[in-house]
Protein backbone atom coordinates (compact mmCIF):
# COMPACT_ATOMS: atom_id res chain seq x y z
CA UNK A 1 0.00 0.00 0.00
CA UNK A 2 1.13 3.73 -1.09
CA UNK A 3 1.67 5.79 2.15
CA UNK A 4 3.97 8.42 4.13
CA UNK A 5 4.92 6.64 7.76
CA UNK A 6 5.43 8.91 10.61
CA UNK A 7 6.59 8.03 14.49
CA UNK A 8 5.70 8.52 16.77
CA UNK A 9 1.93 9.52 16.71
CA UNK A 10 2.16 11.44 20.01
CA UNK A 11 4.45 12.22 21.83
CA UNK A 12 5.16 14.86 25.23
CA UNK A 13 8.58 16.10 26.07
CA UNK A 14 10.21 18.54 28.41
CA UNK A 15 12.00 21.64 27.12
CA UNK A 16 15.06 21.64 25.86
CA UNK A 17 14.85 17.38 25.27
CA UNK A 18 16.35 16.68 21.93
CA UNK A 19 13.66 14.20 19.72
CA UNK A 20 13.28 13.57 16.64
CA UNK A 21 9.70 12.38 14.33
CA UNK A 22 10.59 10.09 11.51
CA UNK A 23 8.76 10.26 8.18
CA UNK A 24 9.38 7.49 5.16
CA UNK A 25 7.47 7.27 2.06
CA UNK A 26 7.24 4.20 -0.36
CA UNK A 27 6.23 5.62 -3.42
CA UNK A 28 9.77 6.48 -4.72
CA UNK A 29 8.76 10.38 -4.72
CA UNK A 30 11.58 12.76 -5.21
CA UNK A 31 10.13 15.63 -3.15
CA UNK A 32 9.23 15.73 0.54
CA UNK A 33 8.43 18.25 2.90
CA UNK A 34 7.13 18.48 6.91
CA UNK A 35 4.44 21.07 7.81
CA UNK A 36 3.30 21.87 10.99
CA UNK A 37 -0.31 22.53 12.03
CA UNK A 38 -1.89 25.32 14.21
CA UNK A 39 -5.57 26.47 14.79
CA UNK A 40 -6.54 29.54 12.35
CA UNK A 41 -3.17 29.24 11.03
CA UNK A 42 -3.85 26.14 8.66
CA UNK A 43 -0.22 24.34 7.69
CA UNK A 44 2.74 26.29 7.05
CA UNK A 45 5.96 24.41 5.55
CA UNK A 46 8.82 24.12 7.77
CA UNK A 47 11.51 22.38 5.20
CA UNK A 48 11.03 20.72 2.13
CA UNK A 49 13.97 18.07 0.17
CA UNK A 50 13.81 18.19 -3.80
CA UNK A 51 15.86 15.55 -3.88
CA UNK A 52 18.70 13.21 -1.57
CA UNK A 53 20.99 15.44 0.50
CA UNK A 54 19.09 18.62 -1.28
CA UNK A 55 16.79 20.45 1.35
CA UNK A 56 15.80 24.32 2.06
CA UNK A 57 14.16 26.01 4.37
CA UNK A 58 9.97 26.53 3.98
CA UNK A 59 8.41 29.54 6.20
CA UNK A 60 8.67 28.36 9.65
CA UNK A 61 12.13 26.73 9.96
CA UNK A 62 13.19 28.45 13.07
CA UNK A 63 13.97 25.42 16.13
CA UNK A 64 13.65 22.92 13.12
CA UNK A 65 16.44 21.03 11.13
CA UNK A 66 15.78 17.82 8.52
CA UNK A 67 17.98 15.34 6.60
CA UNK A 68 17.78 13.89 3.55
CA UNK A 69 19.90 11.09 3.02
CA UNK A 70 17.79 8.07 1.76
CA UNK A 71 14.72 8.82 -1.00
CA UNK A 72 12.47 7.45 1.58
CA UNK A 73 13.26 9.39 4.62
CA UNK A 74 12.54 12.52 5.88
CA UNK A 75 13.27 12.85 9.34
CA UNK A 76 12.51 16.15 11.50
CA UNK A 77 15.17 17.11 14.54
CA UNK A 78 13.96 19.33 17.41
CA UNK A 79 17.36 19.67 18.81
CA UNK A 80 16.00 21.90 21.88
CA UNK A 81 12.22 21.73 21.77
CA UNK A 82 10.44 24.74 23.36
CA UNK A 83 6.75 25.35 24.22
CA UNK A 84 5.88 27.22 21.23
CA UNK A 85 6.70 24.06 18.85
CA UNK A 86 3.80 22.62 20.63
CA UNK A 87 1.98 21.77 17.50
CA UNK A 88 0.46 19.03 14.60
CA UNK A 89 3.04 17.92 12.86
CA UNK A 90 2.70 15.91 8.82
CA UNK A 91 5.01 14.70 6.77
CA UNK A 92 4.39 14.92 2.80
CA UNK A 93 5.50 13.47 -0.24
CA UNK A 94 5.09 13.87 -4.08
CA UNK A 95 6.50 13.76 -6.92
CA UNK A 96 8.32 16.65 -8.58
CA UNK A 97 6.09 17.37 -11.33
CA UNK A 98 3.86 20.46 -11.32
CA UNK A 99 0.45 20.09 -10.37
CA UNK A 100 1.34 16.67 -8.38
CA UNK A 101 -0.72 15.33 -5.49
CA UNK A 102 1.10 15.75 -1.93
CA UNK A 103 0.50 12.05 0.31
CA UNK A 104 0.15 13.18 3.71
CA UNK A 105 1.02 11.16 6.78
CA UNK A 106 -1.70 10.36 9.53
CA UNK A 107 0.63 13.49 11.84
CA UNK A 108 2.66 13.76 14.44
CA UNK A 109 0.83 15.20 17.69
CA UNK A 110 4.12 17.06 20.05
CA UNK A 111 3.90 18.60 23.24
CA UNK A 112 6.48 20.76 24.45
CA UNK A 113 6.07 20.94 28.32
CA UNK B 1 3.64 37.08 -0.45
CA UNK B 2 0.91 34.27 -1.71
CA UNK B 3 -1.89 33.47 0.61
CA UNK B 4 -5.00 31.96 0.56
CA UNK B 5 -7.81 32.73 2.34
CA UNK B 6 -10.99 31.12 3.82
CA UNK B 7 -13.59 32.96 4.37
CA UNK B 8 -15.78 30.78 6.85
CA UNK B 9 -13.77 29.43 10.21
CA UNK B 10 -16.94 27.31 10.82
CA UNK B 11 -19.91 25.74 8.53
CA UNK B 12 -22.90 24.10 9.88
CA UNK B 13 -25.30 23.05 7.88
CA UNK B 14 -27.49 20.31 8.15
CA UNK B 15 -28.05 16.92 6.18
CA UNK B 16 -28.54 17.08 2.87
CA UNK B 17 -28.43 20.45 2.46
CA UNK B 18 -26.04 22.17 -0.03
CA UNK B 19 -23.09 23.53 1.21
CA UNK B 20 -20.49 25.87 -0.18
CA UNK B 21 -17.08 26.58 1.16
CA UNK B 22 -15.32 29.99 0.33
CA UNK B 23 -11.67 30.54 -1.07
CA UNK B 24 -10.01 33.23 -2.33
CA UNK B 25 -6.17 33.40 -3.19
CA UNK B 26 -4.20 35.90 -4.32
CA UNK B 27 -1.47 35.29 -6.98
CA UNK B 28 -0.60 36.96 -10.28
CA UNK B 29 0.96 34.49 -11.40
CA UNK B 30 -0.37 30.90 -12.84
CA UNK B 31 -1.32 28.80 -10.05
CA UNK B 32 -2.71 25.52 -9.20
CA UNK B 33 -5.32 25.13 -6.97
CA UNK B 34 -6.39 22.26 -4.62
CA UNK B 35 -9.06 20.89 -1.48
CA UNK B 36 -8.13 18.55 0.93
CA UNK B 37 -10.20 17.25 3.87
CA UNK B 38 -8.60 16.20 6.99
CA UNK B 39 -11.09 13.66 9.06
CA UNK B 40 -10.67 13.98 13.28
CA UNK B 41 -7.21 11.93 13.94
CA UNK B 42 -6.38 11.68 10.42
CA UNK B 43 -3.95 13.24 7.72
CA UNK B 44 -5.18 15.54 4.78
CA UNK B 45 -6.55 13.83 1.99
CA UNK B 46 -6.91 15.29 -1.78
CA UNK B 47 -10.73 15.70 -2.36
CA UNK B 48 -9.71 17.79 -5.82
CA UNK B 49 -7.07 20.46 -8.00
CA UNK B 50 -7.29 22.55 -10.81
CA UNK B 51 -4.32 22.67 -13.08
CA UNK B 52 -5.77 23.59 -16.62
CA UNK B 53 -8.62 23.30 -18.83
CA UNK B 54 -12.49 23.58 -17.77
CA UNK B 55 -12.89 25.50 -14.60
CA UNK B 56 -15.55 23.44 -13.11
CA UNK B 57 -13.19 20.48 -11.14
CA UNK B 58 -15.45 17.29 -9.79
CA UNK B 59 -13.58 15.62 -7.19
CA UNK B 60 -14.28 12.46 -4.86
CA UNK B 61 -17.06 12.51 -2.31
CA UNK B 62 -19.71 14.51 -4.92
CA UNK B 63 -17.54 17.38 -4.24
CA UNK B 64 -16.70 20.19 -6.92
CA UNK B 65 -14.95 23.62 -7.47
CA UNK B 66 -15.12 26.44 -10.06
CA UNK B 67 -11.67 28.45 -10.44
CA UNK B 68 -12.76 32.02 -11.36
CA UNK B 69 -9.72 33.69 -12.64
CA UNK B 70 -10.93 36.96 -12.40
CA UNK B 71 -11.79 36.60 -8.71
CA UNK B 72 -8.87 34.55 -7.49
CA UNK B 73 -11.19 32.28 -6.24
CA UNK B 74 -11.87 28.93 -5.74
CA UNK B 75 -15.23 28.01 -4.13
CA UNK B 76 -15.84 24.21 -3.41
CA UNK B 77 -19.41 22.76 -3.15
CA UNK B 78 -21.51 19.98 -2.46
CA UNK B 79 -25.58 19.43 -3.49
CA UNK B 80 -26.17 17.51 -0.64
CA UNK B 81 -24.27 16.69 2.55
CA UNK B 82 -23.84 13.80 4.58
CA UNK B 83 -22.75 13.38 8.26
CA UNK B 84 -20.00 11.88 7.31
CA UNK B 85 -18.69 14.93 5.32
CA UNK B 86 -17.99 16.56 8.88
CA UNK B 87 -14.02 17.46 8.77
CA UNK B 88 -11.90 20.24 8.24
CA UNK B 89 -11.49 21.68 4.55
CA UNK B 90 -8.02 23.41 3.64
CA UNK B 91 -7.96 25.14 0.18
CA UNK B 92 -3.98 25.15 -1.12
CA UNK B 93 -2.44 26.93 -3.89
CA UNK B 94 0.73 26.10 -5.32
CA UNK B 95 2.76 28.44 -8.55
CA UNK B 96 5.99 29.57 -9.73
CA UNK B 97 7.12 31.21 -6.68
CA UNK B 98 9.53 30.31 -3.83
CA UNK B 99 10.28 26.83 -3.49
CA UNK B 100 8.20 26.18 -6.82
CA UNK B 101 5.21 24.41 -8.06
CA UNK B 102 5.65 21.73 -5.06
CA UNK B 103 5.45 24.13 -2.60
CA UNK B 104 1.78 24.43 -1.02
CA UNK B 105 0.29 27.72 0.81
CA UNK B 106 -2.41 26.43 3.09
CA UNK B 107 -5.21 28.65 4.00
CA UNK B 108 -6.66 28.65 7.72
CA UNK B 109 -9.75 25.90 7.25
CA UNK B 110 -12.83 25.58 7.30
CA UNK B 111 -14.49 22.93 9.72
CA UNK B 112 -18.02 21.53 7.87
CA UNK B 113 -20.10 20.69 10.81
CA UNK B 114 -23.43 18.22 9.63
CA UNK B 115 -26.29 17.90 11.69
CA UNK B 116 -28.88 15.52 12.03
Known amino acids: EAQVTQNPRYLITVTGKKLTVTCSQN?????MSWYRQDPGLGLRQIYY???????DKGDVPEGYKVSRKEKRNFPLILESPSPNQTSLYFC????????????FGPGTRLTVL | AQSVTQLDSQVPVFEEAPVELRCNYSSSVSVYLFWYVQYPNQGLQLLLKYLSGSTLVKGINGFEAEFNKSQTSFHLRKPSVHISDTAEYFCAVTGSFSGGYNKLIFGAGTRLAVHP
Open chain 1, 27 to 31: MNHEY
Open chain 1, 49 to 55: SMNVEVT
Open chain 1, 92 to 103: ASSNRVPGAEQF
